[in-house]
T-cell receptor, first 111, second 113 residues
Framework: NAGVTQTPKFQVLKTGQSMTLQCAQD?????MSWYRQDPGMGLRLIHY???????DQGEVPNGYNVSRSTTEDFPLRLLSAAPSQTSVYFC??????????FGPGTRLLVL | KQEVTQIPAALSVPEGENLVLNCSFT??????LQWFRQDPGKGLTSLLL?????REQTSGRLNASLDKSSGRSTLYIAASQPGDSATYLC????????????FGTGTRLTVIP
């Protein structure tokens, strides 16, 4: 049981490039979400999904896309990277008891 | 919009001391509150979850309390150890609206051997 896994661990992008951050969970959780963590700010919700085929926007969705084709996977796409998207990105899943399980994070640097 | 505040931002204590971390939130209409631990460069680990109808939860040396009417929660750590050194985050889930958690910025705890 690996929990929530994220790849890559670290990525450097140039402004305007696109990329996909991968997230997978093996706990059969319906709810998954993406947060970003920036210095001096609490984690902020980007997008979330309540099940396969269902996604919705969180607090800071601009510049990001998501899809949920399976229960296990919830990738986050950066369409055209900007320096303001330099951050640490965390994927999380939530089970029926409400406890949130977080992945180890992806550190993204946009130059 | 829900705002979550954690004070102090950093705390250093000698090993063995009991300590209290504070969390306050502006909107008392919450579904639950969670305390997380985050080690440097790592993800978040859930420590305790308190439902809105509960007053406290305990796990080992940790005890979290919730006073919803005053918008406050505390995390009590008994007999602190160097291994407790980490950043502690609290997060609230609103009663209505989006499914997200609103996080505080955390308290960075250092336990000195």
């Amino acid at each position: 049981n690996a929990g929530v896994t994220q790849t890559p661990k670290f990525q450097v992008l140039k402004t305007g490039q696109s990329m996909t951050l991968q997230c997978a969970q093996d706990m059969n959780h319906e709810y998954m979400s993406w947060y970003r963590q920036d210095p001096g700010m609490g984690l902020r919700l980007i997008h979330y999904s309540v099940g396969a085929g269902i996604t919705d926007q969180g607090e800071v969705p601009n510049g990001y896309n998501v899809s949920r084709s399976t229960t296990e996977d919830f990738p986050l796409r950066l369409l055209s990277a900007a320096p303001s998207q330099t951050s640490v990105y965390f994927c999380a899943s939530r089970g029926g008891r409400e406890t949130q399980y977080f992945g180890p994070g992806t550190r993204l640097l946009v130059l | 919009k829900q705002e979550v505040t954690q004070i102090p931002a950093a705390l250093s204590v000698p090993e063995g001391e009991n300590l209290v971390l504070n969390c306050s939130f502006t909107d008392s209409a919450i579904y639950n509150l969670q305390w997380f631990r985050q080690d440097p460069g790592k993800g978040l680990t859930s420590l305790l979850l308190i439902q809105s109808s509960q007053r406290e939860q305990t796990s080992g040396r940790l005890n979290a309390s919730l006073d919803k009417s005053s918008g406050r929660s505390t995390l009590y750590i008994a007999a602190s150890q160097p291994g407790d050194s980490a950043t502690y985050l609290c997060a609230v889930r609103p009663l209505t609206g989006a499914n997200n958690l609103f996080f505080g910025t955390g308290t960075r705890l250092t336990v000195i051997p």
